[in-house]
């Protein structure tokens, strides 16, 4: 079945520094969409890619779709301590549901 | 507008009794998903409910696990002869009528499972 991958597992930075996430697909994607898991809380959608090569940015967030549509990346410039918490692509393939990947967890020390 | 409940927010139960979770989906949409998160851990796909067809149940553990749902609303995730193991967090979302995989889910608040 489908797998996605996703690194690294645990991420600490100082707050400023950049933050990169980096998602790969065992087979090619329809589209990808991420969330965001504050400590506590439930999954929250962040956007969602479908062309290949596709660059989407949120303020400081940047989501990049590959041109094989097997990986994707989240990169946050100058992380804030609002950016704590744990960043999770989740895949759609040939299958009706989402496959989640196991998720980085972001700690941004002041 | 409401979002996806769920209830209980919290079970604690003894191992080998049965537990009932509950989710209410957000009006309108039509599928509704089940996963589960261990401590520390991503989201496990349980199952799937599109409308009237048949779920997607590819995701269940074991035949300890069942889920039901009365048309496009309520849906219940049932444990039958829980064990440690299965203690997590439960988490229901749903996602609006739309092509296929389209569209962004709605996360409940999950029903955290401890048994004992």
């Known amino acids: 079945g489908q797998q996605v991958m996703q690194i690294p597992q645990y991420q600490h930075v100082q707050e400023g520094e950049d933050f990169t996430t980096y998602c790969n697909s065992s087979?090619?994607?329809?589209?990808i969409q991420w969330y965001k898991q504050r400590p506590g809380g439930h999954p929250v959608f962040l956007i969602q890619?479908?062309?290949?090569?596709e660059v989407k940015k949120q303020k400081r967030l940047t989501f990049q779709f590959g041109e094989a549509k097997k990986n994707s990346s989240l990169h946050i410039t100058a992380t804030q301590t609002t950016d704590v918490g744990t960043y999770f692509c989740a895949g759609s393939g040939s299958a009706r549901q989402l496959t989640f990947g196991s998720g980085t967890q972001l700690t941004v020390l002041p | 507008g409401a979002g996806v409940s769920q209830s209980p927010s919290n079970k604690v139960t003894e191992k080998g009794k049965d537990v009932e979770l509950r989710c209410d989906p957000i009006?309108?949409?039509?599928?509704l998903y089940w996963y589960r998160q261990r401590l520390g851990q991503g989201l496990e796909f349980l199952i799937y409910?599109?409308?009237?067809?048949?779920?997607?149940k590819s995701g269940l553990p074991s035949d300890r696990f069942s889920a039901e749902r009365t048309g496009e609303s309520v849906s219940t995730l049932t444990i039958q002869r829980t064990q440690q193991e299965d203690s997590a967090v439960y988490l229901c979302?749903?996602?609006?009528?739309?092509?296929?995989?389209?569209?962004?889910?709605?996360f409940g608040p999950g029903t955290r499972l401890t048994v004992t």
């Open positions: 087979t090619t994607l329809s589209n």
């Open positions: 979302a749903s996602r609006q009528p739309g092509q296929g995989r389209s569209y962004e889910q709605y």
């Open positions: 409910f599109q409308g009237n067809s048949a779920p997607d």
């Open positions: 009006s309108g949409h039509t599928a």
């Open positions: 890619l479908v062309k290949s090569g």
